[in-house]
């Protein structure tokens, strides 16, 4: 079964940057859409951004575009998310998301493979 951990969270400054990572184990993402979200206690879980792995199909929330940047790498069966020029706002637990979708989708009941989620906190 597909397992996903995330790793790369910490504290930033605002202004700073951040590379999360997503590792899969057991299956290759090749075939999949690997999703990013992000959630706030007592918020709703947000998606921010999302790939499909086979052609390199990427989406973006508003809130990040332009901002965050998300990849693949398939030598170690990774999808990364670039984030830089970060806001107090962006703060939350981010989580990866993995399942046979085309086109990714930003909506978390979309998928059924999940991670831990990693901690991204955003002050000076």
């Known amino acids: 079964q597909l397992q996903l951990v995330e790793s790369g969270g910490g504290l930033v400054p605002p202004g700073g940057s951040l590379r999360l990572s997503c590792a899969a184990s057991?299956?290759?993402?090749?075939?999949?859409?690997v999703g990013w979200f992000r959630q706030v206690p007592g918020k709703r879980r947000e998606g921010v951004s999302c790939?499909?792995?086979?052609?390199?199909?990427?989406k973006y929330a508003r809130s990040v575009k332009g901002r965050f940047t998300v990849s693949r790498d398939s030598a170690t069966n990774t999808v990364s998310l670039q984030m830089n020029n970060l806001r107090p706002e962006d703060t939350a637990v981010y989580f990866c998301?993995?399942?046979?979708?085309?086109?990714?989708?930003?909506?978390?009941?979309?998928?059924?493979?999940w991670g831990q989620g990693t901690a991204v906190t955003v002050s000076s």
């Open positions: 998301a993995a399942d046979d979708l085309n086109p990714c989708e930003l909506f978390d009941w979309a998928y059924d493979y």
């Open positions: 057991a299956i290759t993402l090749d075939s999949y859409a």
């Open positions: 790939i499909r792995v086979s052609d390199n199909s990427t």
